[in-house]
């Protein structure tokens, strides 16, 4: 039977807020755990927004996923201003409301949600006029950490278990990370966005806990844990292409992450490329009214060449 306790209560209340303001953003949307035994409770928290490009023919798709420090989500300039953009170039988009801290949701839910969404497009292509050989992924700050886990942890099937029948590759034909979180590490982590991803996981064996000056946060995770999402450390050699966005003047999240990121990439021999701004802070998306964008343009001037030089958008 339906449960409708504050968890429920929060993303019902979340989803009432949206639609008004973003309706006009999107076509369809979709609860990805609707008809998935035992996630019951999970419904309302995870939803797939379809914001599709007019084309006539199956089109690039990009799933969005906003960042919110995996606490909560900024869906209106990180979420649907991208999708509209997308949608300029030709590119059906789908914004991703992904599980958060705020309603109690840590690893694996997040995973489990864009791997969802990546198997929900390309099974449904069909009807959402998508290229299934085509379907990348972009992320805004703790977003940019797990587009960049859905890329590395692609053959860490999260749905099998959950009884879903997997039909589809989970592995996203390209990833961009704009100024992502990266690094579990205590000396360039985003602590809040660790501290949500991670939960209580610092409770387990070989971790210890407990607050002091130097631990502001009362957790210490074991080195075990901050390696395994430390995506520095995590990428594979058939790491789809990446496109990874930062400015040196972040005053969030630390430039180093990037940094750290690009030479794991380099190590590997990834196909990527890594734009840096010396000034454009954290935050921005594709605000059209902000500093960096009315100055960079960056997702037209460095995005979109990179994209059609991938093969994702013809010239």
């Not at 998935?36 to 990009?62: F, H, N, W």
């Not at 006029?129 to 053959?155: C, E, Q, W």
């Not at 050699?237 to 690009?262: G, T, W």
Request: with cysteine.
């Amino acid at each position: 039977m339906f449960k409708f306790n504050r968890k429920t209560f929060t993303a019902f209340f979340t989803i009432l807020l949206i639609l008004p303001a973003f309706s006009k953003d999107f076509t369809s949307r979709k609860f990805l755990w609707r008809g998935v035994p035992g996630m019951e409770t999970q419904i309302r928290d995870t939803v797939l927004y379809y914001c599709p490009a007019k084309t006539e023919s199956p089109a690039p798709a990009v799933i969005i996923c906003p960042g919110g420090s995996y606490h909560h989500l900024g869906m209106k300039h990180e979420g649907f201003a991208s999708a509209r953009w997308f949608n300029s170039i030709g590119i059906n988009a789908f914004v991703l409301q992904y599980r958060v801290a705020y309603n109690e949701h840590h690893y694996p839910d997040q995973l489990q949600d864009i791997q969802m969404a990546i198997h929900d497009v390309r099974r449904n292509a069909q009807a959402y006029r998508v290229n299934p050989d085509k379907v990348g992924v972009i992320g805004y700050s703790a977003g940019g950490h797990l587009v960049t886990m859905a890329g590395a942890f692609s053959k860490r099937d999260t749905l099998s278990a959950l009884g879903v029948s997997v039909t589809e590759s989970l592995r996203p034909d390209f990833v961009i990370p704009v100024y992502p979180v990266v690094s579990m590490q205590d000396d360039i982590a985003h602590r809040w966005s660790r501290k949500s991803l991670l939960g209580h996981q610092w409770n387990r064996p070989n971790a210890v806990k407990g607050w002091s000056l130097l631990n502001p946060w009362g957790h210490a995770y074991s080195q075990e844990l901050k390696d395994a999402f430390s995506m520095e450390k995590q990428i594979p050699s058939d790491m789809p292409p990446v496109f990874l966005l930062a400015c040196r003047d972040d005053p969030v999240v630390m430039y180093e992450n990037s940094v750290r990121l690009d030479q794991a990439l380099t190590e590997k021999a990834v196909q990527h490329i890594f734009v840096s701004y010396d000034k454009g802070g954290h935050g921005f998306g594709m605000k059209e009214n902000s500093s960096i964008m009315l100055r960079e343009h960056w997702n037209q001037k460095d995005l979109l060449p990179w994209l059609i030089q991938i093969g994702v958008v013809e010239r």
